[in-house]
């Protein structure tokens, strides 16, 4: 716990990556049961949602950019556990939540070596000194304000997601022949 910008990062990560998946479509089993069908779309399944990236908010499209680099050590790593997993069948809807929580433990992991470097290079500065005994000083105030935020956002966001229902009419589907 020593490094406290890194685990900062991850908190603020953390709340960024739940609030986004709070506010895309609300759970779709369906969907994900007709693509186990065979059924084909330009939409997958992220965390039981669809997910297409054009018709996803910006706040979404920004933390899958800042989460790429964890998203191709992700998919390395499902490459090489490839022969391993295809004898589960979980099926798109379970597998997306699998999935999505891996790419958030991979995530969390590159926010802590982003923090680690970024502290690294601040404590080299002199007038970084200031903002270091700050941030040792509140750090518990903020993670925890952090976390409460977040606990009372995620619910919110997601009330009105649950509102607004399916909200990507564009998408292209096929049914399997």
Known sequence: MQNRLAWLFACLHAAWFFLAIANMSPPSPAFADFLDKGGWSTATIFA??????????VFLQ???????????VEALLGLVSF?????????????SYFGAGFLFL??????????NVVQSWLLSKSWANLLGRKLVRYFAVTITFIFLVTMVSVPLVN???????FRHSAISFRTPK
């Open 48 to 57: 039981g949602r669809p997910f297409h990236f054009h018709y996803e908010s």
């Open 62 to 72: 920004l933390l899958v950019w800042v989460d790429m680099p964890s998203a191709l």
């Open 83 to 95: 022969p391993l997993l295809m004898n589960i069948h979980l099926g798109h809807y379970l597998a």
């Open 106 to 115: 991979i995530a969390t992991c590159q926010w802590l070596a982003l923090g």
């Open 159 to 165: 009330q009105r997601s649950q509102r607004l229902g």
